[in-house]
T-cell receptor, first 112, second 118 residues
Framework: GDSVTQMEGPVTLSEEAFLTINCTYTATGYPSLFWYVQYPGEGLQLLLKATKADDKGSNKGFEATYRKETTSFHLEKGSVQVSDSAVYFCALRNTGGFKTIFGAGTRLFVKA | GAVVSQHPSWVICKSGTSVKIECRSLDFQATTMFWYRQFPKQSLMLMATSNEGSKATYEQGVEKDKFLINHASLTLSTLTVTSAHPEDSSFYIC??????????????FGPGTRLLVL
C-alpha cells in the first residue's frame, strides 16, 4: 500500500542553519504530496504542497520539489529560526482517494 | 482560509465514562470529515472517515462500537469514545474536506482534543 518514509529526528540546528528533512514515498498512480507542521500542543497546519511531478511547493521560506524519478519530496529551508521548532510531517494523498497518509514526523529543534 | 474547530480542546474523565468530541467546519461545508488519533511523539493514525448522512468507514483495527462517529450535518461531526479507559488517552484530531472542491483539495485540520482518562 501507499506509504511515506521520513528521516528520524530529532533534528537540532542552530539559528540560521540550513535545514533538510528527507521524505520518500511509495504510491501507485500520481499522488499529491504535502508537508504539514505541528507546533507544541496544536493541530496540524498545511505548510506546502505539490500536486504533480516537478512542482515546487513553497511557503514561509520552506520549499520542497516533487521528484517522481526519486519518489522524494524533501523539505528545505535556507535559514531556520527558533520559531521553526516544531514537528514536520510529510504526507501523500493518492489519485482517487480521500485518505491522507502521513509519515512518522520529524521533530526539529532550533537553538538560538 | 478555511477553519475547523474542535470542542473541547482538553478533557479529563474517569474510566468507564463516555466522552463526546465535536468537530465543526466554520466557514465551509464538509461532506467528508476524518478522525485521527495521535500518540505522544508519533504520527497521526487515521481512525475513520465520516460521511454526512451515512455510516462512517472505520480503518482496520478500530472498534466501531468503541468510537462512535456521527456526521449529522455538513458542518458537524462528532466522535464519542464510549466507556473510556486509560489506554484511550490520546490526542484526537479531526479534519474536513470542503464539499465540491475536488479530490485533490487540501484537508483542513482542527486543533485537536487531548483526552486523559484516569
Amino acid at each position: 500500500g501507499d506509504s511515506v518514509t521520513q528521516m528520524e529526528g530529532p533534528v537540532t540546528l542552530s539559528e540560521e542553519a540550513f535545514l533538510t528533512i528527507n521524505c520518500t514515498y511509495t504510491a501507485t498512480g500520481y499522488p499529491s504530496l504535502f508537508w504539514y507542521v505541528q507546533y507544541p500542543g496544536e493541530g496540524l497546519q498545511l505548510l506546502l504542497k505539490a500536486t504533480k511531478a516537478d512542482d515546487k511547493g513553497s511557503n514561509k521560506g520552506f520549499e520542497a520539489t516533487y521528484r517522481k524519478e526519486t519518489t522524494s519530496f524533501h523539505l528545505e529551508k535556507g535559514s531556520v529560526q527558533v520559531s521553526d521548532s516544531a514537528v514536520y510531517f510529510c504526507a501523500l494523498r493518492n489519485t482517487g482517494g480521500f485518505k491522507t497518509i502521513f509519515g512518522a514526523g520529524t521533530r526539529l529543534f532550533v537553538k538560538a | 482560509g478555511a477553519v475547523v474547530s474542535q470542542h473541547p480542546s482538553w478533557v479529563i474523565c474517569k474510566s468507564g465514562t463516555s466522552v463526546k468530541i465535536e468537530c465543526r467546519s466554520l466557514d465551509f461545508q464538509a461532506t467528508t470529515m476524518f478522525w485521527y488519533r495521535q500518540f505522544p511523539k508519533q504520527s497521526l493514525m487515521l481512525m475513520a472517515t465520516s460521511n454526512e448522512g451515512s455510516k462512517a468507514t472505520y480503518e482496520q483495527g478500530v472498534e466501531k462500537d468503541k468510537f462512535l462517529i456521527n456526521h449529522a450535518s455538513l458542518t458537524l461531526s462528532t466522535l464519542t469514545v464510549t466507556s473510556a479507559h486509560p489506554e484511550d488517552s490520546s490526542f484526537y484530531i479531526c479534519s474536513a474536506r470542503e464539499t465540491g472542491t475536488g479530490e485533490q483539495e487540501t484537508q483542513y485540520f482542527g486543533p485537536g482534543t487531548r483526552l486523559l482518562v484516569l
